[in-house]
């Protein structure tokens, strides 16, 4: 009896640590500042962003959010996530835990890279991570997830450019 729990308490601890990433990345004609200051100005996503809104929160290190996923063809998903990278102009990430760490959490980051001449790489990605990211990652609404961090990359493209 006590082996059987063991294995199957090791194999729980072995799941939490399955991840699977999504990641998209786009070229944008304006400095890492100037794509910055759009990615953390979430009073001014519903100018540009048509999945994402700010519900409240602090905007800040450590800070919590309050935002809402509206995806074409699924129910909106109101989550709060906390701010877990801030590194001016460089990094910006929050991490939404659902339940228990380790159960299935997700890791938003926008990550921005200096290509010199006015222009930055944005790359957009989530790690998902967890015991239920096995399952989570065959379900219909993470096969169209590619396809929302392009679309988002495309809006912050277009607004960053148009407002320079």
């Known amino acids: 009896m006590w082996i059987a ?3 199957i308490v090791f194999v729980l601890f ?3 640590f399955t991840k699977f990433e999504i ?3 786009i070229v944008i004609n304006q400095s890492p500042e100037n794509v910055w200051k759009v990615i953390i100005d979430f009073q001014n996503y519903k100018h540009w962003n048509t999945q994402l809104a700010y519900l409240g929160g602090d905007i800040k290190p450590n800070g919590d959010l309050h935002l809402k996923l509206s995806v074409s063809g699924t129910a909106p998903y109101e989550f709060k996530p906390k ?3 801030w590194e001016e102009n460089k990094k910006f990430a929050w991490i939404a835990i659902t339940g228990l760490p380790r159960i299935f959490d997700g890791e938003h980051f926008f990550e921005l890279k200096n290509l010199g001449n006015n ?3 944005l790359i957009n990605r989530e790690e998902y991570r967890g015991i239920l990211s096995l399952i989570i990652k065959n379900l219909p609404m993470m096969k169209n997830a590619p396809t929302g ?4 990359n495309l809006e912050i493209k277009n607004y960053t450019e148009s407002n320079k």
């Open 14 to 16: 072995a799941l939490s």
């Open 119 to 121: 222009t930055t790489l």
């Open 23 to 25: 990641r998209k990345e």
């Open 5 to 7: 729990l063991l294995i």
């Open 149 to 152: 961090f392009e679309t988002m």
């Open 83 to 85: 701010i877990s990278h």
